[in-house]
């Protein structure tokens, strides 16, 4: 089951407006070197869209400030509708089947609630595109009696044994016979659970005292963490203390709601101090942990049992990751330590990528080491005032009459070669890759490990295309392979370094011949075999060919729309997954 199409547009419209003045209001949102309301939100990127509404989740409390200024100019019934938005349910659930109502997503915050979520333009699982059960992060949001979503939902790219299914399913069962399928955001708590929504408004009557949202309560912590963060430990603290803070607010119902505040402000601070062992002389800053207890006036005893308390509920260890300091990321082994699947200690930092990837998306590590240095390359290309135009001639190799490229890009990585030959050409990236150059064998070692060994060739991601080239600018060449089944062969030729053109766009193509073979056609050979079926409709092969592939014309090519394409690049397969 769907929304409506007038739903939909209501959902996307309302929702555009309050990113729109997140985005405004929260830095570090925009797009760098842009002033702030230059770019509408709806016109960002998917991963800058991702970051704002990252950031809204941090700030649930702009909700209030955008229905007092109403900046969009929204009818009452609208704003309303925002105002059910403080309701929402962010984080990441199981997606387990679609009904022909709603899709059921699992809460994975350990609490056995089902949710029944309804679809935007296209069912869920069509959105999701993977195999059932799967894991997605997503925002449920509240709108007229329905759960419906924010309109971006990342799937994870994990497989779930039968075991697990089978404990999906479980999950699945004592949800319904708790509470059923919770249709509707807030949801009415347990009767063993009286404290109900803890974050749901509360209605004020006269002569009653005002009790404060979880959103107030939050913004009273913080302000007491931060204080003292700035004034006895550092920014880095200040931070952690923050996230800490925001973790316990999301619990529902929440704990900050009970108990004094200035002690829930010095546990929170005790916690993030044992963790990093703030009370070792070795470290800096360094404090005594009583210290805390004593500046928010409370004993000794009661700050080490709420601390413990707080511990215990996020399941907080020493070494935690998600709550050292970043900058002793690094020189904390113990962090990158774990276990494999055989049994064995290992430095996750020495496996390959694909295995430290899984890692990242398991929790178990603050970041992926190898796209550090992925990205540090990029941050020396963004930041280079003098980059070179680069131009290459591409032909593929065994073709008569010969299909050929020009192209000129900037330097970039290898790995961004590859895409420019891809689409200079006509491919699709729907097959692996690599470069053999001088011998030696260049490419993405997630896509090229095989599980047996690491990969031992140069990184594409990180190797610039200037780096293999010779440093007197002579003429140079290498080859690029495409599909290693169909084994197509491109003899990529350096002619250069021209000079940029003002007011020309780059990456370009200049010229080229003839259109790019179809995926999957079977090579030369293959190629050779469908040429002659498509040229003869008697041929016995004809209509096969053209059932398979649709008319083709192998003289056709347009470089101009060659460097449209180029232009607008392929998307990223690892944002994808």
């Known amino acids: 089951m769907l929304l409506s199409r007038e739903e939909v547009e209501l959902v996307f419209k309302l929702h555009c407006a309050l990113m729109q003045f997140v985005k405004e209001q929260v830095k570090g949102t925009g797009v760098p070197g842009v002033p702030e309301p230059a770019t509408a939100y709806s016109s960002l990127p998917p991963e800058k869209r991702q970051e704002v509404v990252q950031a809204f989740l941090g700030r649930l409390d702009l909700i209030d400030t955008f229905i007092a200024l109403n900046p969009a100019r929204l009818s009452e019934e609208e704003l309303g509708i925002v105002s059910s938005w403080r309701h929402l349910l962010a984080g990441r659930f199981i997606a387990l089947r679609q009904l022909k109502k709603h899709m059921i997503l699992l809460a994975c915050d350990g609490t056995p609630t089902a949710y029944g979520v309804t679809g935007l333009v296209d069912p869920m699982e069509r959105v999701i595109r993977r195999p059932l059960p799967a894991m997605v992060e997503t925002v449920l949001l509240p709108f007229r009696g329905k759960i419906t979503y924010d309109g971006i939902v990342s799937a994870f790219n994990l497989t779930f044994g039968p075991g697990s299914r089978r404990g999906f399913e479980e999950d699945f069962r004592t949800a319904k016979a708790n509470n059923g399928i919770v249709t509707s955001l807030p949801w009415a708590a347990p009767a063993s659970n009286p404290s109900g929504d803890a974050r749901k408004v509360t209605v004020i009557r006269a002569g009653q005292e005002r009790v404060p949202t979880v959103h107030e309560v939050l913004k009273r912590v913080v302000a007491m963490t931060d204080a003292f963060c700035q004034t006895r430990l550092n920014e880095e603290y200040g931070a ?91 020189g904390t082994s113990t962090i990158w330590t774990l276990q494999d699947s055989n049994g064995f200690i290992i430095d996750i930092r020495q496996q390959p990528v694909a295995m430290q990837r899984a890692a990242f998306k398991q929790g178990l590590i603050p970041y992926v080491p190898a796209d550090r240095g992925a990205a540090a390359v990029q941050d020396r290309i963004s930041s280079s005032t003098s980059r070179r135009l680069l131009q290459f001639k591409i032909t593929l190799r065994g073709t008569e009459p010969v299909i050929w490229r020009r192209i000129q890009v900037f330097d970039d990585t290898l790995d961004k070669l590859h895409e420019h030959v891809q689409t200079a050409m006509g491919w699709t990236n729907s097959h692996l890759h690599h470069f053999f150059i001088q011998g030696r064998r260049c490419g993405d070692p997630e896509l090229l490990e095989d599980g047996f060994e690491p990969f031992t060739g140069l990184d594409s991601t990180k190797t610039l295309i200037s780096a293999v080239l010779p440093a007197d600018g002579a003429p140079f060449s290498f080859e690029y392979h495409y599909d290693f089944g169909d084994s197509w062969v491109h003899d990529v030729q350096f002619e250069g370094s021209p000079p940029p053109e003002p007011g020309v766009a780059y990456p370009k193509c200049l010229e080229g011949e003839r259109a790019c073979p179809p995926e999957d056609v079977g090579g030369i050979g293959g190629y050779a075999e469908y040429l002659e079926a498509m040229a003869d409709p008697s041929h016995e092969r004809y209509q096969e060919m053209l059932d398979w592939n649709g008319p083709f014309n192998p003289d056709a090519f347009n470089p101009h729309l060659a460097t449209h394409v180029m232009q607008e690049g392929m998307p990223d397969w690892r944002k994808m997954v």
């Open 240 to 330: 952690l203390c923050r996230k800490l803070t925001e973790k316990l607010a999301a619990k529902r119902p929440s704990p900050l709601l009970r108990g004094e505040l200035r002690t829930w402000a010095g546990g929170i601070i005790r916690t993030i101090g044992w963790v990093n062992f703030l009370d070792d002389r070795s470290q800096s800053p360094h404090m005594r942990l009583p210290v805390i207890d004593k500046a928010f006036g409370v004993g000794e005893s009661t700050g080490q049992g709420k601390a413990k308390a707080i511990r215990r509920l996020l399941k907080i260890r020493q070494f935690d990751h998600r709550w050292t300091l970043p900058s002793r990321w690094e």
